[in-house]
Nanobody
Framework: QVQLVESGGGLEQPGGSLRLFCSAF????????MGWYRQAPGKQRELVAS???????AYEDSVKGRFTITRDNAKNTATLQMNNLKPEDTAVYYC???????????????WGQGTQVTVSS
């Protein structure tokens, strides 16, 4: 069984910074893509940032230049560094990962429980 655990959300003022952490635990053989989605009230969930195991990254247009995703493949962790935060970044942020479990032939997508990020003065 696999679990994603997130931490690091909170309240920050506009222009400030927050860092989100995600760790994958369990019977993991290999972690492929890792990423972060967010969902604001009344809006659809959207991809914020993702990174392949090889290090290729992708970002939603509104966060380019402000957010950075990094991974530690050996530890099965991902970090989202969020700088110059804006009120429109307020949302619940979810970590996601595509994982192949031990003794399994198929990859599955897993989700964390979500962490609230609020940007307000």
């Amino acid at each position: 069984q696999v679990q994603l655990v997130e931490s690091g959300g909170g309240l920050e003022q506009p222009g400030g910074s927050l860092r989100l952490f995600c760790s994958a635990f369990g019977s993991i053989f290999e972690v492929y893509n890792m990423g972060w989605y967010r969902q604001a009230p009344g809006k659809q969930r959207e991809l914020v940032a993702s990174q392949t195991r090889g290090g290729d990254t992708a970002y939603e247009d509104s966060v380019k230049g402000r957010f950075t995703i990094t991974r530690d493949n050996a530890k099965n962790t991902a970090t989202l560094q969020m700088n110059n935060l804006k009120p429109e970044d307020t949302a619940v942020y979810y970590c996601t990962a595509t994982i192949l479990e031990q003794r399994s032939d198929y990859r599955h997508d897993y989700w964390g429980q979500g962490t609230q990020v609020t940007v307000s003065s």
